[in-house]
């Protein structure tokens, strides 16, 4: 098959649905061969249901339906020991890894003065440390073969503040601070790092009735009330990104096209970030 990313290995985390799932769907369909890693359970104080490992096999039926291989690894890139063994599989399975993307993340919210230490560990565990743990595990394959792409899904929190989104406002700049330092350590080994930033996207992280709820500062609060809260957030008279519209971007920063960018962060926003 020839495609943008033809026989490229890649590996994405956060592949069970949302943003990760589509980035998986989109590499397949350029020629791409997918590890595709999930925790696969709820992440203990997160207030919505997290993936399922069901939704993981979901996935690689998917991606070799599109013809391509598929790995399914369940691991928590919060662990050391589990995150370096899912990479290591990837790497024995295939004999190398030419992109990694780290889309696994979580959401919580509360007032900056109210965040718990579990909240705020949480968070930074998995939004920060769990993305420098997964490209600290690639690395090494990457330098070996003296090329390859990182791409970070960061957010529009990467560089502007929200309310109730502290911690997760931190992460982020985090990741871009992260991406920054990966870039300039791996460039004279040809390796480009980048960072796509989404405004809102239609997942379950935001899609769920208790972040709705938070929005529309009611319970019950519906869709059609969270379309009127986004459109005043973005610029374009588009309420939220779908998935695929991310998943483009960072197809477009793992392919060659891409092949004179590293160090940038690429706002996917609808504009949001004009305001
Ligand atoms: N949805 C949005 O509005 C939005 C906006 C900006 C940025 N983002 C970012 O996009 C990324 C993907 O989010 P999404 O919207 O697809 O959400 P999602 O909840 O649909 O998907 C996130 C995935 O990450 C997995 N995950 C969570 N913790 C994990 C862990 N410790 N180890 C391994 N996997 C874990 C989940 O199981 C889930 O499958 C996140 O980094 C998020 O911060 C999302």
Not at 40 to 45: I, K, T
Request: charged content about 20%; glycine content about 8%; overall charge negative.
């Amino acid at each position: 098959m020839t495609g943008r990313l033809s026989n490229k290995i890649a590996v994405i985390t956060g592949a069970a649905r949302g943003i990760g799932r589509a980035t998986a769907i989109r590499f397949a369909e350029e020629g791409a061969d997918i590890a595709l890693l999930d925790i696969g359970r709820d992440v203990p104080g997160i207030p919505y249901a997290g993936a399922r490992g069901s939704q993981l096999d979901e996935v690689r039926a998917e991606v070799e339906a599109l013809g391509r291989r598929a790995l399914t690894l369940t691991a928590d890139v919060t662990n050391t020991a589990q995150i370096n063994e899912a990479v290591a599989t990837v790497a024995a399975t295939w004999g190398r890894i030419d992109i990694a993307v780290m889309a696994a993340g979580i959401d919580s919210w509360a007032s900056a003065w109210e965040l718990t230490d579990e909240q705020w560990q949480t968070m930074i565990d998995v939004n920060l440390t769990g993305v420098f743990k997964t490209a600290r595990a690639v690395s090494p394959s990457l330098i070996a073969q003296k090329s390859g792409a990182l791409v970070f899904v960061g957010s529009v929190l990467s560089h502007r503040a929200n309310k109730q989104f502290a911690h997760y406002t931190a992460a982020k700049h985090g990741v871009l601070g992260l991406m920054r330092a990966f870039a300039l350590e791996l460039a004279p080994y040809g390796i480009r790092a980048n960072s796509v930033d989404p405004t809102v996207v239609k997942t379950d992280m935001v899609m769920n009735q208790a972040y709705l709820d938070r929005l529309g500062g009611h319970p019950g609060t519906t869709l059609d009330e969270a379309r009127e809260y986004y459109l005043k957030w973005n610029t374009l008279p588009i309420p939220w990104c779908e998935p695929v519209d991310i998943a483009n971007a960072v197809l477009f920063l793992a392919s060659e096209e891409a092949r004179a960018i590293t160090g940038i962060a690429l706002p996917v926003d609808l504009g949001a970030l004009l305001k």
